[in-house]
Antibody
Framework: EVQLLESGGDLVQPGGSLRLSCAAS????????MNWVRQAPGKGLEWVSG????????YYADSVKGRFTISRDNSQNTLYLQMSSLIVDDTAVYYC??????????????WGQGTLVTVSS | DIQMTQSPSTLSASVGDRVTITCRAS??????LAWYQQKPGRAPKLLIY???NLESGVPSRFSGSGSGTEFTLTIGSLQPDDFATYYC?????????FGQGTTLEI
């Protein structure tokens, strides 16, 4: 059974930093691109960032470019999102999502349950 | 960046109805389009990938069509479990994007 388990969400002040993790099981992690997608309260889905299976190719939405860094540890089957210079508009549930292939751009066939990031003073 | 526009934003229907949701891209995305269903408090669920391919385990009453810039999701005969919000997603470019969502309500 495929499982994606996010953690690391928290209440943080504007300008602060946070690192999200997503532990994957039930898949050959090195075979798939992975992504982060967020959803602000009561709003739609927003793609945030993606990384290829090799961990080398990374992509970001303009709204987070220069502030967020995606990475993966293939030896630990874990995806990360390092977030810095957080702003109120970053408040959202953050989902990790598995792509259907090795590249980052893909349909997402498995999603985690989400972790809530709240940016507020 | 490619903008994805869904219509309608809200759709009222009844059990047994056939409904169609449209998704338009601001430029051609070939057939690199997916459809998701999301229920409140839950993660999205993949229904359709590559515009018309049914994800494993998804009921056959769901179907997708289209290419280029215009796509549709059709639900053949609505079941009570289908009332949810639906999103399209383009993955033609590495800067992927979602439509704003269509809420299907009774």
């Amino acid at each position: 059974e495929v499982q994606l388990l996010e953690s690391g969400g928290d209440l943080v002040q504007p300008g602060g930093s946070l690192r999200l993790s997503c532990a994957a099981s039930g898949i050959i992690f090195t075979n798939y691109g992975m992504n982060w997608v967020r959803q602000a309260p009561g709003k739609g889905l927003e793609w945030v960032s993606g990384v290829g299976a090799d961990g080398v190719t990374t992509y970001y939405a303009d709204s987070v470019k220069g502030r967020f860094t995606i990475s993966r540890d293939n030896s630990q089957n874990t995806l990360y999102l390092q977030m810095s210079s957080l702003i109120v508009d970053d408040t959202a549930v953050y989902y990790c999502a598995k792509g259907r292939g090795k590249v980052a751009k893909a349909a997402f066939d498995y999603w985690g349950q989400g972790t809530l990031v709240t940016v507020s003073s | 960046d490619i903008q994805m526009t869904q219509s309608p934003s809200t759709l009222s229907a009844s059990v047994g109805d056939r409904v169609t949701i449209t998704c338009r891209a601001s430029q051609s995305i070939n057939n690199w389009l997916a459809w998701y269903q999301q229920k409140p408090g839950r993660a999205p669920k993949l229904l359709i990938y590559k515009a018309s391919n049914l994800e494993s385990g998804v009921p056959s009453r769901f179907s997708g069509s289209g290419s280029g810039t215009e796509f549709t999701l059709t639900i053949g005969s609505l079941q009570p479990d289908d009332f949810a919000t639906y999103y399209c997603q383009q993955y033609n470019t590495f800067s992927q994007s979602f439509g704003q969502g269509t809420t299907l309500e009774i």
